[in-house]
């Protein structure tokens, strides 16, 4: 875990325009949480941890889970500068 870049979290970042923006910020060096129901491979080729980058499963429909994910974001960095959502 590297605490040097800029943190950024992305909601919705397996597809569409959240795939997007966090293609754009990896390509920007920031490190990047990028959250998922599901991740995709191409997903998990873009982020690889070994550059401070994570991917954390986030179902907005279970409560447990967008608990786990709050704690899982905050464990990879204790100050998110960017929310992308």
Not at 20 to 38: D, F, P
Not at 43 to 63: F, K, S
């Amino acid at each position: 875990m590297t605490e040097s870049k800029i943190f950024a979290v992305v909601t919705g970042a397996n597809r569409g325009i959240g795939l997007a923006i966090t293609e754009r910020l990896v390509t920007q060096g920031y490190r990047v949480a990028a959250c998922v129901r599901s991740p995709s491979s191409d997903l998990q080729n873009l982020l690889p941890e070994a550059e401070g980058h994570t991917i954390v499963t986030l179902d907005l429909r279970n409560d447990a889970i967008i608990s786990e994910a709050a704690r899982a974001v905050l464990k990879w960095s204790k100050q998110i500068d960017v929310l992308v959502n």
